[in-house]
């Protein structure tokens, strides 16, 4: 649906500056109806290279390949007709405060060839889809974060696009209302069949809901494969420092930084990380010690979720026994495709 290939885009900054390469020669292929993350910090040119797919930022040199269209090649008309096909939503919903709710969803379909009959039918579909039908005649003033938030979607679908561009469309939301936003985007994305690129600083909102994601650094993609992987055995240090923003398991560093009594141990104990790196890992792999090895298994901190269907995360542990036992459960465990990290020796 999506393909980029050698974007670059630069800016021309201030004098002392010069210019700016905001986009370093980035490659990507993005799949119908996939939900793919774009990652970064801010700076790294995520928002930039978003703004290429639908040319609302030029790109200074690479293709845009767009549902098999050169979008470069396309005259004003022609990309204008296209542009309606990538729906967008923003951290800031952009929401038109002097119409209402119904006003700001029907406002892209001007000019669209429908009655006015027509028109509503369509925008009274579009809040029934987002659940929020009873705020039809309410002004966005009135409504909260996550309302606002669920009428730009609806706004951006009113076209009936084929991709849903997100930047950073939950960052001024609580957890809580980010939750339902991305549990609508992945409902959408069900029911339509749409492509939704969500871009994004926050690993928890990639974790939620995307099956592939790209890690973007200082203009370039670093780090690119499935949500699963990229969890299981980060490569680059850039996105080792994101997974620990989303994992309770990171707590541990700072508790060993700060000689937590919390981590008390006895002579020979071993203060342990284990990650869970594979897919298919099942086993009550705690328990397995304790009786095969004879094992006492202190859990320290827990951290294990559903990630693309699978689980992920791992725990901190304090082994304590025999210095043979602990080596052979360590063995055993990565034997399992567990992975050992030992942090602590007594």
Sequence with gaps: MIKLE????????????GTVDAVRDVSLTIEDGEIFGIIGFSGAGKSTLVRCINLLTRPTSGKVTIDGKDMLGLTPGELRKSRKKIGMIFQHFNLMPSRTVFGNVAYPLKGSGLSKQEIAGRVRELLELVEITEKENVYPSQLSGGQKQRVAIARALANDPKILLCDEATSALDPQTTASILQLLKSLSKKLGITIVVITHE???????????????????????????????????????????????????????QDSPFLQMQNGDKLVRLTYVQKDVSEPLISELSRKFDLEVNIILA????????????????????????????????????????????
């Design 203 to 257: 690993m928890e909102v990639v974790k939620s809901i995307c099956q592939r994601v790209a890690v973007m650094e200082d203009g370039k993609v670093v780090e690119l494969g499935d949500v699963f992987d990229i969890f299981a055995k980060p490569k680059e240090a850039i996105t080792r420092d994101f997974i620990k923003t989303a994992s309770k398991l990171s707590k541990i560093d700072k508790l060993l930084e």
């Design 6 to 17: 050698h974007i670059v885009k630069t800016f021309q900054g201030s004098s002392e500056q």
């Design 303 to 346: 951290d294990v979720e559903i990630v693309a269907d699978a689980p992920i995360g791992g725990t901190v542990v304090i082994l304590r026994g025999s210095q043979g036992q602990i080596e052979g459960a360590l063995q055993y465990l990565e034997e399992k495709n567990i992975g050992v990290e030992v942090l602590r020796s007594a």
